[in-house]
């Protein structure tokens, strides 16, 4: 019986290679990563390698120390798994484990094999890990309306967020297709099968797209721990409409969910309300049908109250890590700008890592040819 050091001297580290789908190479590359370290002198074993077949990997994995596996009566069979306990008895620096979403045989001692591996990470042995996107457990849902494939193995989404390194093996969608047709994947009987099924173009492009966004968004939330006053560089972009009472705040709207949609980015729309003003009736109705067409638009309409327009706006920005502002040229005279200076200018000093796309929207044209309302 193995007693677990309740107590180690640091947590291992865990670091996560993973792909779109099975095929894209993650466990190659991480045997290649773990004789690369054994040669600088690193123990380097393996925990649990999953070959199906592949000829590449198995001969990558030769000269590697492999843990034996634990044997599980089933019947008359003989079932194997991986053995955590001679994993933690044998503690070497780092183990290599495959397919950390997979389900332990029935009799095993824990049910998923992540947990096996948080209980080595514990014993405060280095883990490297491999997995694919759809095993993320947040992301089942969306996965089985890609793919219309159920997945029922998942890992929980904390693996990810807690793993010091993610790894993402990325091939195009066509070279893993290739790899299939060669039989570098599967065996020849099931080629075709895959390749009409999961492994259609357009569910790889999709998966390769959830792998290299959820990897993104781990980095930028982890930068964004490290530096708690939000001074990091943003992954993904964001877009901010800033909408008003006047009647162009509906193609700036338009024009800012058009942006998003571009750019695949979440849309926001916010309103400063003036605490020493109150809107009158057709005022309220505006911004009410202004929040509507910003959730036709799948967007988050944003309240927010300030007598300091140009600082509320630029505070909702930091908050929501916005990339990209929509607003409407300012419907101030020239006069009124050279004296005051416009909403534009204020903002384009105080942001500055921040895109700022000025709409000429009616009202303005009509104001420069004179035809507009006057403020």
Not at 59 to 67: F, N, P, Q, R, S
Not at 89 to 113: C, F, M, V, W
Not at 297 to 313: E, P, Y
């Amino acid at each position: 019986m193995v007693k677990y050091c309740m107590y180690p001297s640091r947590r291992g580290k865990h670091k996560i290679f993973i792909g779109m789908a099975p095929g894209v190479g993650k466990t190659y590359k991480m045997l290649e990563e773990a004789h690369s370290l054994k040669s600088e002198g690193i123990d380097v074993v393996i925990g649990l390698l999953e070959t199906h077949g592949r000829k590449e990997t198995a001969e990558k994995a030769a000269g590697l120390e492999v843990v034996p596996r634990r044997e599980i009566s089933r019947g008359a069979m003989t079932l194997t798994e991986m053995d955590t306990e001679k994993i933690i008895a044998r503690s070497p620096q780092l183990i290599l484990i495959d397919e950390l979403a997979h389900t332990n045989i029935p009799g095993s001692p824990r049910e998923k094999r992540y947990q096996d591996v948080e209980i080595i990470l514990n014993a405060g042995i280095d883990v490297y890990s491999t997995m694919n996107i759809q095993h993320l457990e947040s992301l089942n849902d969306l996965v089985a309306r890609i793919t219309g494939v159920i997945v029922r193995e998942r890992v929980p989404d904390r693996f990810l967020e807690e793993a010091e390194e993610i790894i993402v093996v990325d091939i195009t969608p066509e070279s893993l297709q290739e790899r299939i047709r060669e039989g570098k994947v599967y065996a020849a009987a099931k080629i075709d099968e895959s390749l009409t099924n999961f492994f259609r173009k357009p569910n790889l492009i999709a998966l390769r797209e959830l792998a290299l966004r959820e990897v993104a968004d781990n980095v930028e939330e982890q930068a964004l721990s490290a530096n708690p006053q939000g001074l990091v560089c943003n992954i993904h972009e964001r877009v901010l409409v800033c909408v008003s009472t006047y009647a162009n705040s509906v193609q700036l709207l338009r024009r800012g969910a058009r942006l998003a949609n571009y750019m695949n980015a979440p849309l926001y729309v916010v309103f400063v309300a003036d605490p020493e003003r109150f809107l009158t009736k057709e005022e309220s109705l505006h911004i009410e049908n202004c929040e509507k067409l910003c959730q036709e638009f799948g967007g988050t309409f944003l309240r927010v109250t300030g007598s300091d327009i140009v600082k509320a706006i630029a505070q909702t920005a930091q908050k929501y890590r916005i990339t990209q502002i929509v607003i409407g040229e300012s419907q101030r005279s020239r006069w009124q700008i050279l004296l005051r200076g416009s909403l534009t200018q204020k903002l384009v000093k105080l942001l500055k890592n921040i895109d700022l796309h000025i709409i000429a929207t009616d009202v303005a044209r009509n104001k420069e040819q004179g035809t507009g309302d006057r403020e």
